[in-house]
C-alpha cells in the first residue's frame, strides 16, 4: 500500500520532475498563502494570474520559449505596482478596480494570441500548465524563486504582519505601509510567475488561497497556521498527483493532473470543515475569553479589510 | 458593417447582455461583489461540463449548478474562521478545477476551451437570443421588484435588519439573480468578457454619476456603446470579438478614471486646488 502510494507512481522520472516541482510550489504556496489570507488578497492573486498573460504573449513572440518568464515578470511587477495604486481608494472600490484591470489586461492578451493559428491550444495550456512535462529548469526557477520569497519574508515578515493586523500602528510607528503593501503584491506575483508556466493560473489560485483557509478553520494560532498551511499545500500537491496517477494508470480513467492537485486542496479545506466542527462539539464549554496574551487570528479579522471596507 | 445575419445577431446579444449586465453591475459595484461575480463565471463551469455529458441544456446545467455554488458560498462564509474572500477563492479554484477534471476525463481533452473564456459572440443562435431576452426580463423585473430593499441592504445593513426585512434572504437573493445574469451571458460571450460588462460599466457610471437611477441608466449606456463599438472594431481588424469589446470597456473606464468630474484623476490634483 506504501509502495503504491510513494514509490511506485513516482518511478518514472517524469512524474518525479513532477512531484519535486508540486511540493516545492505547495511549500512556497503555503507560506505566501499565510499573507494572502491575512490581507484578504484571493482576489489580487486572481487577478495577477489573469494580468500576467499578455506578458506571456508577448514573451513569446519576441523570444520564443525563452521570453515567456521575463514578459511574465514585466507584466506581473506592473500589476503588483498598479494594484497597490489602485488600492489607495477613490470612488470606485478595489474589488471593482481589480476586476477592470484583470479582464482588460487578459483580454489585451487574447487579442494578440488571436491573430496566432494555434489559438486555442495556447489559451488551454496557459490555463491548465502542464505539470508533467516540467523540466528540471522549470524546477531550478520555482526553487530560486522560493528562496527569494523566503529570504523577503524572512526580512519583512513581521512588518507585513504588523501592516495586517493593525495598520494604523504601523503607519504611527513610521513604516510606510504603501510600500509594505506593494513588497507583498510583488511576492506574490514572483509566485504566480515561477508557477503560472508549470501548473497553469487555476492550480496556482488554488494554491495561494486554499492552504491557508483550510488552516485558518482549524486554528487562530498563528504559528499554527503557518505549519497547517505549509502541511495542506504539500499534501495537496502529493495527494492531487498521486490520485490522478492512480486514476490514470489502474482505473483507465483520464484525470488532468493539475486539475486533480486543486481537488485534492479542496477536499483538504473539506476535511478541516469536518475536523473545525467535530473540534466545537466536543468542547463542551466555550473558550474562555480571558486574553492570555496571544495574538489570535480573530484580532485581524475587524481590521484588516480592504482600505475601501474600513472607510 | 453588420452585414451578415451572424454579425446583427452578435450585436443584438451584445446589446441586450449589455442593458443586462448594466443594471445588475450597478448593484455588484455597490455591494463590492465583482470577485464573487468572477468566481461564479468559473464555478459554473462543471455544470455546462455536466450539462453536455448529460445531453441537458447548457443553460440550465450551469444554472443549477450555479445555485448550489451560491448556496455553498453562503453556507461556508458563516462558519466560523471563514472568511468571505478565502471561500469565494476556494470555490473558484475547486469549482472550476472540477469542471476541468470532468472535461479531462473525456476523450479530445484538447477541445475548444477558449470559447468557454472569451466566449464566441459571433456564433450565438437565435435560442441564445431568446434566453437572453427571457432571463433578462426576469432579473430586471425581479431587481425592479426588489429594488428598494436591495440599495437599503447595499448602504445601510443594520438599518435593513432593524426595519424587520430579511436580510440574509435578500442576499440570497440577490446572489441568485447575479448567477443567472452569468449563466446567461457566459454561454454567449464568455467568463472575461461577462465579467467585464458587469464590473466595468458600472463602474465607469460611478465615477459620473451622483443617484442610483442615473448611475444605472448610465451604466446601461456604457455597456450597450462599449458591444457596439467593440464588435465594429473587431470586425474591422479581424481580432477577437468578445475580447475587443472588453478592451474598449476596459478603456471607458480608464478614461473616466482620468477624467471624471470631481472624482477622476485630473481632477482631484488640478493646479491650484487648495489643500484639505
Given at each position: 500500500m506504501l509502495h503504491r502510494l510513494l514509490v511506485e507512481p513516482f518511478a518514472l522520472p517524469f512524474m518525479h520532475r513532477a512531484l519535486v516541482e508540486a511540493l516545492l510550489l505547495g511549500v512556497l504556496g503555503g507560506v505566501v498563502s499565510v499573507f494572502v489570507l491575512l490581507r484578504r488578497l484571493a482576489f489580487v492573486s486572481d487577478a495577477l494570474t489573469h494580468t500576467v498573460f499578455p506578458g506571456v504573449v508577448i514573451g513569446y513572440l519576441v523570444a520564443q520559449t525563452a521570453g515567456v518568464v521575463w514578459g511574465a515578470l514585466a507584466l506581473a511587477l506592473l500589476s503588483a505596482v498598479l494594484f497597490t495604486v489602485v488600492s489607495a481608494?477613490?470612488?470606485?472600490t478595489e474589488d471593482a478596480t481589480l476586476a477592470i484591470l484583470l479582464t482588460g489586461f487578459f483580454a489585451i492578451g487574447v487579442i494578440l494570441v488571436s491573430r496566432r493559428a494555434t489559438y486555442t491550444a495556447d489559451l488551454t495550456s496557459f490555463l491548465f500548465g502542464r505539470i508533467l512535462t516540467v523540466d528540471r529548469a522549470e524546477i531550478v526557477q520555482t526553487a530560486a524563486v522560493g528562496v527569494l520569497v523566503a529570504g523577503a519574508l524572512a526580512a519583512l515578515g513581521k512588518e507585513l504582519l504588523l501592516r495586517a493586523f493593525d495598520p494604523d500602528a504601523a503607519a504611527a510607528m513610521g513604516y510606510r505601509v504603501p510600500l509594505l503593501d506593494l513588497a507583498l503584491n510583488v511576492l506574490v506575483a514572483l509566485v504566480v510567475v515561477a508557477a503560472v508556466k508549470a501548473v497553469g493560473t487555476v492550480l496556482v489560485i488554488a494554491l495561494l488561497v486554499v492552504p491557508a483557509a483550510a488552516a485558518r478553520l482549524v486554528t487562530d494560532r498563528l504559528p499554527l497556521l503557518l505549519a497547517g498551511s505549509v502541511l495542506v499545500g504539500a499534501l495537496g500537491g502529493w495527494l492531487g498527483l498521486v490520485a490522478s496517477w492512480e486514476a490514470s494508470v489502474h482505473h483507465g480513467i483520464r484525470l488532468a493532473s493539475g486539475a486533480s492537485v486543486v481537488l485534492a486542496l479542496v477536499a483538504l479545506y473539506l476535511l478541516a470543515l469536518v475536523a473545525a466542527a467535530l473540534g466545537r462539539l466536543g468542547r463542551?464549554?466555550?473558550?474562555?475569553?480571558?486574553?492570555?496574551g496571544r495574538v489570535r487570528l480573530s484580532h485581524v479579522d475587524s481590521r484588516a479589510g480592504l482600505p475601501g471596507e474600513r472607510a | 458593417m453588420f452585414a451578415h445575419s451572424y454579425a446583427q445577431r452578435a450585436l443584438v446579444e451584445v446589446v441586450a447582455v449589455g442593458a443586462l449586465c448594466g443594471v445588475v453591475g450597478v448593484h455588484v459595484v455597490l455591494r463590492r461583489l465583482s470577485f464573487f461575480t468572477m468566481a461564479m463565471t468559473h464555478a459554473t463551469f462543471p455544470g455546462i461540463v455536466l450539462g453536455a455529458l448529460l445531453g441537458l441544456n447548457l443553460y440550465l446545467g450551469a444554472g443549477l449548478f450555479g445555485v448550489l455554488v451560491v448556496l455553498a458560498v453562503a453556507w461556508l462564509s458563516s462558519r466560523?474562521?471563514?472568511e468571505q474572500t478565502s471561500v469565494v477563492g476556494v470555490v473558484l479554484s475547486g469549482g472550476f478545477a472540477l469542471g476541468v477534471a470532468l472535461l479531462s476525463a473525456?476523450?479530445?481533452?484538447?477541445?475548444?476551451l477558449s470559447a468557454y473564456l472569451?466566449?464566441?459572440?459571433?456564433?450565438?443562435?437565435e435560442a441564445d437570443l431568446l434566453v437572453t431576452a427571457a432571463v433578462a426580463a426576469v432579473v430586471l423585473a425581479a431587481l425592479a421588484a426588489l429594488r428598494k430593499e436591495l440599495l437599503l441592504g447595499a448602504f445601510d445593513r443594520a438599518g435593513l435588519v432593524a426595519l424587520g426585512y430579511p436580510a440574509r434572504l435578500l442576499d440570497v437573493a440577490l446572489l441568485l439573480l447575479i448567477e443567472a445574469t452569468v449563466v446567461t451571458s457566459v454561454p454567449a460571450v464568455g467568463t472575461i468578457l461577462s465579467v467585464a460588462l458587469i464590473v466595468a460599466q458600472a463602474a465607469t457610471a460611478r465615477l459620473w454619476c451622483e443617484r442610483v437611477g442615473t448611475m444605472t441608466a448610465a451604466a446601461v449606456g456604457v455597456g450597450v456603446g462599449s458591444g457596439v463599438l467593440g464588435l465594429a472594431i473587431s470586425e474591422q481588424a479581424r481580432v477577437s470579438a468578445g475580447a475587443t469589446i472588453v478592451v474598449v470597456a476596459s478603456v471607458a473606464f480608464a478614461l473616466s478614471w482620468l477624467l471624471a468630474p470631481r472624482h477622476g484623476l485630473a481632477w482631484r490634483f488640478r493646479p491650484g486646488r487648495a489643500v484639505a
Open positions: 481608494g477613490g470612488r470606485v463542551r464549554s466555550p473558550r474562555p475569553s480571558t486574553p492570555d | 466560523p474562521g471563514a473525456q476523450p479530445g481533452f484538447t477541445k475548444d472569451v466566449g464566441s459572440v459571433l456564433t450565438v443562435q
